[in-house]
């Protein structure tokens, strides 16, 4: 933006001013702004920044006012816009030949960061020669660092949460697995809250992997695991401990009417007939061993195991398909 070439002191074509000083303003001796280079403009935000007071559109913090200017040739200037967002600069002033007004060339100084994104600035809005390009490529590279250092970081907190997810987890079922249990268990007894748990090994699930083979005994466990979840709440452990063999936890239980229905639920739904790939069906049951935690004055993960283990080779000395509950108030006690 300039004035008629007539009105320039320099014999400097205007887009070459343009070039060089992107954020140069030339005042007449009045003060007002008879040209201005197409940065300074932008920033500005006016329609019509030609014809502009000075002090219109800048407040002047050093020197105190126009005068200033010419106490001595290449003062330094320190300034804001008047209008929000009050942006900072820095500059130089040189007077103009015979007093026609002065030359100031403006840059940001320390705030270049800020300035150029409050007025989404691009290198295209600088001389090339401007430091502050330089400042813009830094910027911009070290904004590619950061972004990559995020997603690195966050592409290393994401495996390690699925390594995290991973150690706790049965791959074949996606149930938990022992580790699973234990901690679960931990937690549970240093609360000092009570549970109840069921220890259940399938019934017949060899024959299942004599007669179809192993991928048909992925089915079934895969089977037995969506029954498990499906008769256990939201909140209970389910782990996968061994080949066949399952073990819940079910905090807050401690009534044995409530495990046998449970315990009957699930034996029930795992003697339903399973379609294998090739059309053929197999048929398993499941024993279950039943313990609570309450009943026990020192209970500890391995003791609570043990009992329910025993508890469910009880089952399967009485026939198979049933709960053997551990009562040790009253005696061991099979439920079918």
Known sequence: MRTAATADPFQI?????????????ILDHTGVITGAGPTIAKICALPALIGQHFSAVFHLKRPTGLAGFT???????????????????????????????WLLNLSFGIHIAEAVQTHALTSADFA??????????????KTAVLV???QMAKRLEDARSRAA?????????????RRALNAEMQLLLAADQHFALLHLDLDYFKEVNDT???AAGDRVLNRVADVLRAETRRGDTVARVGGDEFVMLLPGLSDLRVINKTSARIISALEEPIVVDGGGECRISASIGAILSHQYDM??????????DGALYASKRSGRGRMT??????????AK
Request: glycine share 10%; charged share 20%; proline share 6%.
């Open 299 to 308: 209970p500890s993960p391995d003791l609570l195991l043990s009992e329910a």
């Open 148 to 150: 990559e250092l995020g």
């Open 325 to 334: 509950a551990v009562d040790r108030r009253r005696g061991t006690a099979v």
């Open 165 to 177: 997810t991973e150690a706790v987890t049965d791959a074949l079922t996606g149930l938990g697995n």
């Open 128 to 141: 090339q020669t401007d430091l502050t390009v330089e400042m813009l490529y830094l910027i911009e590279a």
């Open 13 to 25: 074509p205007h887009r070459a001013m343009a070039q060089v000083m992107p954020m140069h303003l």
């Open 71 to 101: 106490t001595a040739a290449g003062s330094r200037l320190r300034l804001t816009l008047a209008a929000p967002p009050g942006t900072d600069f820095k500059g130089q002033a040189v007077a103009l030949a015979e007093g026609a007004g």
């Open 212 to 214: 179809y083979g192993h």
